[in-house]
């Protein structure tokens, strides 16, 4: 029975006030006055470039395909350490995802591996930043520039974080945002698109109205709208806005208590690493993260699955993460890897994820920490020895 659910999406307690101010607008399509009040908010908070509401992370990511004028047999360099719509988003344009291996530290994509992957048909470089730690973008960005690339960061768990001090998602000619139930402030479903290359941004609002001109009928630009580009629905409907304007109104609160989580847990793993049981998550300098994740790398895939195990008749869940992009059956059809992407593979195997969500009490970290502990100084002791030195 678990106790402690990995995730427990929190509620600021005025979702309801504005989606009730929803219904009365009487507007609950797209593009309605919670979307521009989110778009303003988030514009503001970020310092990006334009933004756009979309139905999801995912739909920002097909968008940011489109913009990039993703064609058949385009090569786009990312990491295999991801979630399946990273690469999606361009496979539906034809586009081929190139798998580059992850940093050891912080699981984002190896800068130092990115220039051995490129060739005459890379157009674009996806980083995403995992867990909201940023990517080196320093080096990404020279690569791009020196190669004539686009990037486009998969900021979907960035929320808020910054790198150098500016805010992630303000860093490539676009970048998207999620809003899913699982991340720091959420919809349910829903995203955004961040523009930052100013010429993509009429373009953009084209594609978001299904290929018509309907964003610049709605401010008087053209007297009627019509189809003049590829586009789909990638909208938000307004009263999914009108909700997440309450979490947005909040996102330096819920980001705060979840930083205060993330604390404790490192703090209280400190001496399970210097012991050499469990690699805690590295945060290089240039980086202030947002408290997304926190989890931890073992041995093995063994001592990992046994640590779930023993998480669980504790009364806590934890869970895994990605499984590598480049070995699943749609990746390997789809893309191709440079190389064997071993930190990937370990990644995959050793990695676990612990409860992290506003409201997690002391108490219920505490009951974390300790099976975690127990597991190490007693369980896995007899089974296995410690990996890292000390
Ligand atoms: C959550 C996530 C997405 C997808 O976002 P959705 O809103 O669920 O479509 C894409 N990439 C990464 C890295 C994510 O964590």
């Given at each position: 029975m678990t106790r402690i659910p990995f995730n427990r999406p929190y509620v600021t307690g005025k979702e309801f006030a504005y989606i009730e101010e929803a219904i009365a607008n009487l507007r609950l399509s797209g593009a309605g006055p919670f979307t521009r009040r989110c778009q303003q908010r988030l514009q503001d908070l970020?310092?990006?470039?334009?933004?756009?509401?979309?139905?999801?992370?995912?739909?920002?990511?097909?968008?940011?395909?489109?913009?990039?004028?993703?064609?058949?047999?385009?090569?786009?360099?990312?990491?295999s350490f991801t979630f399946v719509s990273t690469a999606n988003a361009f496979v539906l344009r034809g586009g081929v995802p190139v798998f580059v291996d992850v940093r050891p530290d912080t699981l984002n994509l190896?800068?130092?591996?990115?220039?051995?992957?490129?060739?005459s048909r890379t157009r674009a470089i996806a980083p995403v930043h995992y867990a909201g730690v940023a990517c080196e973008m320093r080096v990404i960005l020279e690569i791009a520039d020196k190669h004539g690339l686009y990037v486009i960061e998969d900021a979907a768990q960035g929320l808020l974080s910054r790198y150098r001090e500016r805010a992630l998602g303000s860093f490539g000619a676009c970048a998207a945002l999620s809003f899913h139930e699982t991340k720091n402030v959420m919809s349910g479903e829903g995203g955004a698109l961040l523009v930052n290359e100013p010429a993509w941004l009429e373009r953009a609002e084209i594609l978001w109205e299904k290929g018509t001109d309907r964003t610049k009928f709605s401010r008087g630009q053209v007297d009627k709208y019509t189809w003049v580009d590829i586009g789909s629905s990638f909208l938000m409907s307004d009263l999914a806005a009108a909700f997440l304007y309450a979490q947005i109104e909040q996102a330096e609160v819920i980001t705060a208590a979840r930083l205060a989580i993330w604390a404790r847990y490192h703090t209280a793993f400190e001496p399970l690493e210097a012991e050499g049981w469990v690699r805690r998550p590295r945060v290089p300098?240039?980086?202030?993260?947002?408290?997304?994740?926190?989890?931890?790398?073992?041995?093995?895939?063994?001592?990992?699955?046994?640590?779930?195990?023993?998480?669980?008749?504790?009364?806590?869940?934890?869970?895994?993460?990605y499984v590598p992009l480049h070995t699943s059956p749609a990746g390997c059809r789809f893309g191709r890897a440079v190389g064997d992407l071993p930190e990937t593979i370990h990644a995959s195997e050793c990695l676990l994820r612990l409860p992290l969500w506003v409201g997690l009490s002391k108490r219920e970290i505490n009951t974390v920490t300790e099976a975690v502990k127990h597991f190490f100084h007693t369980d896995a002791r007899k089974k296995c020895s410690p990996s890292w030195p000390a």
């Open positions: 970020l310092g990006c470039g334009g933004v756009l509401l979309t139905h999801s992370g995912t739909g920002a990511l097909e968008m940011a395909a489109l913009l990039a004028d993703i064609q058949l047999g385009d090569e786009i360099i990312m990491p190896d800068e130092n591996q990115i220039e051995a992957a490129i060739t300098p240039d980086c202030d993260h947002n408290g997304h994740i926190y989890y931890l790398l073992v041995a093995n895939l063994a001592t990992r699955d046994a640590l779930i195990e023993a998480l669980k008749a504790a009364g806590s869940q934890a869970v895994f993460h």
